[in-house]
């Protein structure tokens, strides 16, 4: 018998196992005193995190994998307990409740051309989530993202309004973000699933991207498809900070009413059209009949653009899955 103590937000636990607990008992018993999920649980041991199914953990107990426990050695705990995600959900309903009696914004659409310099086309305000740490972080990442020359290039061209650009509870793990009546609100999941940080930039301004495309299409349709295709070429022309200066070339500065051309990605580069392939399928290099109708005839560079297309509509499919669009 051993006794193991432990801190979690800012309580001291004791604990006793015995020389039979096995880690999965451990982390139950860990689990019921802080009143946190198995799931949620985070228990650290000298950097090594403690799970109930991993190595030998099946077969030899807590202290036989780890007897430096029963001379006192740390354990750390970390975890968000039934009451704090309780509270989220409680948060989140309220704000949906309030927002859907509040009308959309007015859009505007019948103004002259504008340049980049003009602030109409923008998001309204910037919420995060209060319950969190590192508030300051959060808003600071929708910040950037309000003013990231590739995002604000894309509301003027396609002169976009957004209400509100707000932190998605990190809760709704099923989904990465949504989008509210066209443009009402957009919410994004800032933080990692463990609460423990955040989601990287890009990945965020990725999902971005795709719920600016519900502005538009609804659906998960080839008509929203390829306006989220277009869009992720056109944040990066038009962030012309990535390119190390303000012009589009050596005598031209960009100008959102002139468009976008020139720009092309690796589909293009082998001429692939951008509906979606139907039926069949083919292996790569091959010359097998199983291929589909046609694709024995087909060429190394035919091959890799159709292969390049397939991977681009998987990846479709996943930012689809995690869409909550409202």
């Known amino acids: 018998m051993a006794l193991i103590q432990y801190a979690f937000k800012g309580t001291k636990h004791d604990l006793h196992v015995s020389d039979a607990t096995t880690v999965a008992e451990f982390l139950d018993s860990i689990s019921e005193q802080t009143d946190v999920p198995v799931a949620g649980l985070k228990v650290t041991l000298k950097g090594k995190v403690l799970r109930p199914h991993q190595d030998n953990s099946s077969t030899h107990s807590l202290l036989e994998q780890h007897p430096d426990l029963a001379t006192g050695a740390k354990i750390f705990v970390l975890g968000t307990t039934q009451q704090d995600i309780a ?7 309220h704000v949906s409740t309030r927002k859907a009696y509040r009308p959309p914004p007015a859009v505007k659409r019948s103004q002259p051309v504008r340049n980049l310099d003009d602030d109409k086309y923008t998001f309204g305000d910037i919420q995060v989530l209060p319950q969190f740490s590192e508030q300051d972080k959060a808003r600071a990442l929708l910040e950037r993202l309000k003013v990231d020359k590739g995002i604000v290039g894309i509301m003027q061209l396609h002169k976009w309004q957004v209400g509100s650009l707000i932190e998605l509870s990190p809760a709704e793990k099923t989904i990465l973000g949504y989008n509210r009546n066209k443009g009402e609100l957009i919410a994004l999941r ?58 589009v070339s050596k005598d031209a500065f960009f100008d959102p009413s002139n468009g976008l051309t020139g720009y092309h990605d690796d589909l293009e580069d ?57």
């Not at 509270?87 to 309903?93: L, N």
């Not at 109708?293 to 996943?318: F, H, V, W």
């Open 87 to 93: 509270k989220v959900h409680s948060i989140d309903k």
């Open 190 to 247: 800032l933080r990692t699933d463990d609460l423990e940080g955040f989601r990287h930039y890009d990945a965020v301004r990725k999902v971005l991207l795709h719920e600016l495309v519900h502005n538009v299409w609804s659906e998960h349709d080839d008509n929203f498809h390829a306006l989220n295709r277009q869009l992720n070429k056109e944040v990066q022309q038009l962030d012309w900070t990535a390119q190390g200066g303000s012009r």
């Open 270 to 326: 082998y001429g692939a059209d951008v509906q979606t392939w139907q039926g069949g399928s083919f292996v790569l290099g091959g010359g097998s009949k199983s291929r589909g109708e046609g694709a024995s005839t087909m060429s190394p560079r035919e091959l890799a653009a159709r292969a390049a297309q397939l991977r681009q509509i998987a990846s479709e499919k996943d930012e689809d899955g995690m869409c909550g669009a409202k």
